[in-house]
């Protein structure tokens, strides 16, 4: 178990739908990584945020968001869903974000737009 | 831009034998490695890294990889192979003076099966 929690494990929804996911990094983390991982796109990275503030970001579509809430959880908003946007999404958290720290991943959400 | 390549999609090994699941990498600077493994509905739970120092880095499990420069590799190996180590296995780079920073690149991933 690393420390790092999400929620709903599985999500199953429609196409044009809106979905959350949230996370939940190990305690006294201060950066929350979001990853997709597909089978024709691997896994990449989508968006970091720091303490609140939002670091780096990747191939994140502009249909997805996230955001790094005071008590340092972070959701991903995924709206008007397409069929390709079925994946598993990771949460990764590590103490600050730089140097060699090790990323912590979470146990994913597996999701499926029908 | 840094990337990682995991030339072999799978790697089949009898159990008891060394087994080496093989990485390379390219990076601006001075990368940083890690080595994560993906069991079935799981997470992806960190064995390694190389960061800098010795070139022979041990990590969890018996596991141990060799970070050589010249040949831009980060090769993953482990003495002897146990049917529990059958996985899906990830390198990724971090490239500490590029662009991507903070970010992980991860290969594509090579599926280690150990044959009983």
């Known amino acids: 178990d690393s420390g790092v929690t999400q929620t709903p494990k599985h999500l199953i929804t429609a196409t044009g739908q809106r979905v959350t996911l949230r996370c939940s990094p190990r305690?006294?983390?201060?950066?929350v990584y979001w990853y997709q991982q597909s089978l024709d796109q691997g896994l990449q990275f989508l968006i970091q945020y720091y303490n609140g503030e939002e670091r780096a970001k990747g191939n994140i579509l502009e249909r997805f968001s996230a955001q790094q809430f005071p008590d340092l959880h972070s959701e991903l908003n995924l709206s008007s869903l397409e069929l390709g946007d079925s994946a598993l999404y990771f949460c990764?958290?590590?103490?600050?974000?730089?140097?060699?720290?090790?990323?912590?991943f979470g146990p994913g959400t597996r999701l499926l737009v029908l | 831009a840094q990337s990682v390549a995991q030339p072999e999609d799978q790697v089949n090994v009898a159990e008891g034998n060394p087994l080496t699941v093989k990485c390379t990498y390219s990076v601006s600077g001075n990368p940083y490695l890690f080595w994560y493994v993906q069991y079935p509905n799981r997470g992806l739970q960190f064995l390694l890294k190389y960061i800098t120092g010795d070139n022979l880095v041990k990590g969890s499990y018996g596991f141990e990889a060799e970070f050589n420069k010249s040949q831009t590799s980060f090769h993953l190996k482990k003495p002897s192979a146990l049917v529990s180590d059958s996985a899906l296995y990830f390198c990724?780079?971090?490239?500490?003076?590029?662009?991507?920073?903070?970010?992980?690149?991860f290969g594509k991933g090579t599926k280690l099966s150990v044959i009983p």
């Open positions: 990764a958290s590590s103490v600050v974000g730089g140097g060699g720290e090790t990323q912590y």
């Open positions: 305690s006294g983390d201060l950066s």
């Open positions: 990724a780079v971090r490239d500490p003076a590029g662009a991507g920073s903070y970010q992980l690149t």
